[in-house]
């Protein structure tokens, strides 16, 4: 009974206004530090080990995710403070349509309440000029949940200083597939006829078309080869539109004479990336998940990149707090800093060089 009973007091004498106030105020004083070095610009959180913590304090389920809501407050209000301009947060995966119905329902009622919580007038969002974005398939979401979310979505789309990305429903090779398929959309679209680029493939097919044309003419014959005849009509369509070595044959296809397509040669990961959900916004900075499960659970795998920090804490998300978020974020700071000094020192190298050879 006796450490319960230390936990009891502990716990009400952290609530009392007192000390409410000076952790308030170490809270603002730590954080102004962090703004005095540089500040990742946008940081991902795996909100993991609600469900844990519930079971290991012997309370509901979704209890435990309430608390992990109370949590990423807390969080958010850091991040704003000390200048992150985009946050973006695995709510709810693909998968967990997996878990049981009760708890999927009562994840999406919680997710209505608080994104509507977050968005009011004057709340969290409103106050450090937040704005929301949804990030994922809108089509497995209940209708009553996808107004709430619309709606939140609308309050904040006039705040223009962050972004809250919310991952919900997601998966990271959901979003990949996503692209990839507006990707071959938009490059099965003929080109305006004023916009007709002067690439090796297109300067091919074109002198192609003619030869065969001009052969045509002429009454030549040449036999059809495995690669230029297709099976049927969809792969001639396929292949006029995704493959412009071949020449393109408008009478099956359908496509008006002449017509022009995107040369898929020049697809680059840059296209790519403009087409996945989290387009416009910064690289991803720094990628943490708490529970001490280390893996990134198809989370932002296409945005982690190669100066990517990927940290993982043994907290359990809803006790995460700015205790264990300032040894990342001021690690994070000195790996920066020595990055900068190690550019700054090459490109002096490179400049006394220079120098010399002159």
Not at 62 to 70: K, R, T, Y
Not at 174 to 192: F, M, Q
Request: aromatic fraction near 8%.
């Amino acid at each position: 009974m006796a450490p319960m009973h230390l936990f009891e007091l502990r716990r009400w004498l952290l609530s009392s206004p007192p000390a409410e106030w000076a952790i308030q105020q170490l809270r603002e004083l730590l954080i102004g530090a962090l703004r005095q070095g540089p500040i990742p610009q946008h940081v991902a959180f795996v909100m993991d080990g609600n469900r844990r913590y519930a079971r290991s304090h012997q309370i509901e389920t979704v209890e435990g995710h309430n608390l992990g809501f109370e949590a990423l407050a807390r969080i958010l209000e850091v991040c704003y403070k000390s200048g992150v301009k985009v946050v973006t947060i695995y709510a709810f995966s693909i998968e967990n349509f997996k878990r049981s119905k009760y708890e999927v329902d009562a994840l999406m009622d919680m997710a209505k309440v608080k994104l509507s919580q977050l968005a009011q007038h004057g709340d969290l969002l409103d106050r450090y000029g937040a704005s929301v974005r949804i990030l994922g398939e809108r089509g497995m979401v209940k209708p009553d949940v996808l107004e709430a979310i619309d709606k939140a979505v609308q309050l904040t789309s006039g705040n223009k200083h962050a972004i809250l990305n919310v991952c919900f429903p997601y998966t990271s090779r959901d979003e990949i597939t996503s692209a990839i398929r507006s990707t071959v959309i938009d490059y099965s679209r003929p080109l305006p006829s004023l916009q007709r680029p002067f690439s090796e493939s297109h300067i091919a097919q074109n002198i192609r078309s003619r030869h065969l044309s001009s052969s045509s003419t002429a009454g030549t014959y040449s036999p059809p080869s495995e690669s230029s005849t297709p099976d049927n009509e969809d792969s001639t369509s396929s292949s006029t539109t995704l493959n412009p070595e071949s020449p393109p044959n408008h009478e099956l296809s359908g496509n008006p004479e002449g017509a022009i397509y995107p040369d898929p040669e020049t697809i680059t990961s840059e296209i790519l990336t403009n087409h996945m959900y989290t387009a416009g916004t910064p690289p991803l900075d720094l990628l943490v998940r708490t529970s001490g499960v280390e893996r990134l659970s198809d989370f932002m795998l296409w945005q982690s990149h190669q100066d990517t920090e990927i940290v993982f804490l043994e907290c359990l998300w809803p006790e995460f707090d700015l205790q264990q978020f300032l040894p990342v974020l001021v690690e994070w700071q000195w790996r920066r800093k020595q990055v900068e000094e190690k550019d700054r020192a090459t490109a002096f190298v490179h400049m006394s060089r220079a120098v010399k050879v002159r």
